[in-house]
């Protein structure tokens, strides 16, 4: 996978007051505090407007303090941290410590898992680090659903540990999105996409985090400010000339991370636009469950074709999704439309060349998938 809310002063000070006798030292994050297995994360978002839009950048330095008490939830959900061992693809992922199953988070949403949807995200956690090493995620051809296992070259560190105030990290890392059929490019069979991920973290804060658990729960937490450009370079191929570059584009995007002891999870994680100055999503721990959110386990959305040109489809496979929106990369509504005996065609000819993202929301209004896809001209 942040900000200080815009509250007005009186209430910023009066917060300033409540917690200025809970401060103290900074905390150190160990592996101990990383993700293991057997453990199912319960959490929660907040991405509506109105309440995000009240957060400002959050501030760095020593003994700070973020309350985001005040913040609704919009939808729940839940990361079933497994043994390597009980996915699939132990095999293709050897230095892998723990797999988290989760479906899409992107990048203008919430994050860890950036580039898939449903599938695993496979972690290294060791006692000098935390770092993706591969992801497996679902695509679709013809009527099919089929996994591609991507891995990251080199690993995409997460975090260095032990963690301290001021540590800095960062690296390039190259991720194989795999290919996928085409439809509706003259000579062109097949496409694919090679992910580039340039990113720069600093542990720029320590303080205290308040949280909605509960009415209100603080915890003393280590701030990790994230920045990340991915590059998607598409390349087509075609039986007379083989493969051959198409474009490439970019998006950036801003994250704050907050992490305490004891949780085995992120803490807290905001997303920030490319500019650093917008929120698009708020994320934070709610605790641990004994059951996985069904929507993880049963619920998924075919879209195709992956890339597309003039339309694109979508197919939920349960009888309660009434609506699909799309978005663009800034959190923008492009359009919506209604879903109909579980399909819904959306026209994307008037859509540039990138990545789009879509919701999909049943009767009541409640997000109960999201994910991207991509046009190409």
């Known amino acids: 996978m942040k900000k200080i809310n815009s509250f007005s002063s009186i209430l910023f ?16 994050i160990t592996d101990a505090d990383m993700p293991s297995s057997g453990k199912n994360i319960y959490t929660a978002f907040d991405t509506v407007t109105s309440s995000i839009s009240r957060l400002g950048t959050p501030a760095s330095g020593a003994n700070v303090v973020w309350n985001y008490n005040f913040l609704p939830t919009t939808y729940t959900d839940t990361d079933a941290l497994v043994n390597i061992s ?45 770092s993706i090493v591969g992801e497996t995620t679902l695509s679709e051809a013809n009527g099919t659903n089929y996994y591609v296992t991507t ?16 540590d800095v990290c960062g690296g390039t890392s190259f991720n194989n999105l795999g290919s996928t059929p085409l439809y509706g490019i003259p000579g062109a069979d097949s496409g694919k996409e090679i992910l580039t ?8 804060a320590y303080g205290l985090l308040t949280t909605p658990l509960s009415g209100g729960t603080t915890y003393s937490v280590l701030c990790q400010k994230h920045y990340e450009l991915d590059q998607d370079s598409v390349f087509v191929h075609s039986t007379t000339n083989g493969w051959e570059f198409l474009y490439a584009y970019q998006y950036k995007f801003y994250q704050y991370n907050w992490y305490a002891n004891e949780i085995g999870y992120t803490l807290a994680t905001m997303t920030m636009d490319s500019t650093n100055t ?60 209604e879903i109909k005996n579980g399909s819904s065609v959306f026209n994307t000819s008037g859509y540039s060349a990138g990545v789009y993202l879509y919701r999909i929301t049943d009767i009541s209004g409640s997000v109960i998938d999201i994910g991207k896809f991509a046009v190409v001209k």
Not at 153 to 166: D, E, I, K, V
């Open 13 to 28: 000070l009066g917060s300033l007051v409540i917690f200025s006798n809970q401060l103290k030292a900074q905390i150190t």
């Open 197 to 204: 991920v340039t990113y720069n973290d600093t542990i720029n």
């Open 86 to 130: 009980f996915t699939p693809y132990a095999s293709l992922f050897p230095t892998a410590t723990v797999a988290d199953k989760i479906r899409l988070a992107p990048s203008a949403y919430v994050t860890n898992d950036l580039y898939g949807t449903t599938g695993y995200t496979f972690y290294d956690v060791t006692n000098s680090s935390l």
């Open 151 to 166: 891995p990251f070259t080199p690993a995409f560190l997460q975090l260095n540990l032990p963690a301290h105030y001021g």
């Open 278 to 337: 917008k929120v698009t999503a708020m994320q934070w721990y709610v605790g641990q469950v004994t059951s996985i959110n069904e929507i993880r386990q049963e619920n998924n959305t075919l879209v195709y074709p992956n890339p597309c040109t003039n339309q694109i489809t979508f197919h939920y496979n349960q009888n309660n999704a009434q609506n699909v929106s799309v978005y663009d990369i800034t959190g923008r509504e492009l359009g919506h439309t």
